[in-house]
């Protein structure tokens, strides 16, 4: 029997996430099909070598690979200078290396990013030099269910992280080639997974202690088993088999989160009946604080049309508002119920000076029509299908970014989430000065910072004060006014440095009329006393 070592090095991909919190399905994958072919598997993630804990296997499989990367609170993905001394410093006999970019490989080491990592390791056990395939439907059933005991070895397992789950691979928009960035179509004509293995592999994680999981994999949750495939870049969505899927994930006990990740505005603009009764299937068996991404990537139809785009502005805009018809009612968690994201990308072919005059109208036009929006991510293009150069109009892309931070996403945010609003069981993470910061289980949370002596670790609720450009300041909800510190009075709406000295130097206060006598502002008490227990 072999062991063989697989080294985590988080993936952060388009339809796929898998930097703590979240945990990618490409491990659980190998670590599946390293038992199906009789040898022992190893985990360890690139924090667990960064403590000093060294691989011991024969074979060391290394996964890592942030095609779209972000700010990140835990940790940081692999980088590839980490990955070369990992190579140089080892003395283990093989490696293989799976990302989903390709590029310069290590000495030593093989680069594999054209096929499916478990299948390629399966048959390497199993068979000598192994064909570079795509797994089986069998095996994409079975090596999860597997594989999930690795789970247990994550970070902070169970409580707060979130398992990715494929629901399929490869996007519909392939048949034309695909948008001229996006490395999906390169998996050709999509493949979707069965009712049944996604619901066995999720039983299979709730046993192992998770409870966290979000839908992802896939170009477009609406187009899961669409009509179509294959004959239209614009597949009819299948009412009948996303029922069978979500009606069989919410009969199982003990999910805490279930989310979704991307969607395709031009499949919802071009089906919008079929689409509502999915959307209002999301939006009734999915937990609040849900969110669909969707790229519109520019809104210049001269770039669109010169990068293979498949959505127009208007169809972006259709699908919007019908995300929000179905989705803004507020939900247990405090936040709406589901909700759109936009993805913006720079560098495209085509772009000019006026490209980003069109974006910033289109995304003015969404904040006073009365639309949320929960995330705008603006990033610029990686070469992966083919060499972008960096954004010739940098003084455009920077004054972009500028008047979406400042113009769009704090007044959207305060529409998102008042001040006031009760945020349910956010988990704290990391404390920075005198700001413990905190996040919500689920897809893409927004940072909240408490101005709080806290420890790491534990759930909470809090009630948000203020708001930034993309993250939320709150207080532990009720905030105990005789216990608290001094920066959190100060943080207390309308109270500031000198009420909050005041009410420092009054405790012990045990009720709203010693409350008042302290501040001396019945109004302001009033105000406060939502925030507060004595």
Not at 162 to 176: K, Q, R, V
Not at 288 to 311: F, H, Q, R, T, Y
Request: aromatic letters at 8%; glycine letters at 8%.
């Amino acid at each position: 029997m072999m062991k063989v070592t697989i080294l985590d090095g988080y993936v952060d991909e388009p339809s796929r996430l898998g930097v703590p919190p979240f945990i990618s399905p490409y491990a659980r994958y190998i670590f599946g099909a390293i038992k199906a072919a009789g040898h022992e598997p190893e985990y360890m993630t690139i924090d667990h070598y960064r403590q000093g804990q060294k691989p011991t296997g024969q074979i060391l499989f290394m996964i890592s690979g942030a095609l779209v990367p972000g700010k990140y609170l835990r940790t940081m993905p692999m980088s590839f200078k980490e990955l070369a001394n990992i190579i140089s410093e080892s003395s283990v006999e093989n490696y293989v290396w799976y990302s989903s970019r390709p590029r310069e490989t290590p000495p030593g080491a093989t680069h594999i990013w054209d096929c499916d990592a478990d299948a390629y390791i399966f048959d390497m056990l199993n068979s000598g030099p192994p064909d570079k395939r795509r797994r089986t439907a069998q095996e994409w059933s079975e090596w999860p269910v597997l594989g999930v005991d690795m789970v247990k070895q994550y970070q902070n397992h169970p409580q707060s992280i979130i398992a990715e789950l494929d629901i399929s691979y490869g996007c519909p928009h392939y048949i034309t080639g695909g948008c001229s960035f996006c490395t999906e179509p390169l998996f050709g004509m999509p493949v979707f997974r069965s009712q049944d293995a996604i619901i066995a592999e999720i039983k299979a994680l709730l046993k192992a202690g998770c409870a966290n999981f979000r839908l992802g994999g896939g170009s477009c949750t609406i187009s899961y088993k669409a009509k179509g495939i294959g004959e239209t870049d614009r597949p009819r969505p299948n009412v009948v088999a996303q029922k069978q899927l979500f009606s069989g994930i919410s009969k199982l006990p003990g999910i805490q989160v279930l989310h979704t990740d991307n969607a395709d505005p031009a499949i919802i603009a071009s089906y919008p009946d079929e689409a509502e009764k999915i959307l209002q299937m999301i939006a009734n068996i999915c937990t609040s604080g849900n969110l669909l991404s969707m790229g519109i990537e520019s809104a210049d139809p001269a770039v669109v049309e010169k990068n293979n785009l498949n959505s127009q502005p208007e169809e972006v805009l259709a699908a919007i508002k019908l995300i929000n018809k179905v989705g803004n009612k507020r939900g247990p968690t405090g936040l709406p119920v589901l909700l759109p994201g936009l993805n913006f990308l720079t560098g495209l072919q085509g772009e000019t000076k006026e490209t980003f005059q069109l974006n910033s109208q289109f995304l003015k036009n969404i904040l006073d029509s009365d639309l949320l929006l929960r995330r705008i991510n603006i990033r610029q293009v990686a070469p992966t299908r083919q060499e972008y150069a960096p954004t010739r109009h940098k003084k455009q892309f920077i004054a972009f970014k500028k008047f979406v931070r400042e113009e769009i996403d704090s007044p959207m945010l305060e529409k998102v989430i008042p001040a006031g609003t009760l945020l349910k069981n956010l988990y704290t993470e990391l404390k920075i000065g005198k700001i413990m910061f905190a996040r919500q289980i689920g897809t893409y949370p927004i940072l909240v910072g408490l101005p709080q002596n806290l420890e790491p670790g534990i759930f909470l609720d809090a009630k948000v004060t203020t708001h930034g450009s993309r993250s939320l300041t709150a207080l532990e909800y009720p905030l105990d006014i005789n216990n608290c510190s001094l920066s959190a009075l100060e943080e207390l709406p309308g109270i500031g440095k000198k009420r909050a000295a005041r009410l420092f130097h009054a405790r012990p206060i045990n009720s709203k009329d010693e409350l008042i006598n302290a501040l001396d502002e019945p109004a302001l008490a009033s105000q406060i006393i939502p925030y507060l227990k004595f």
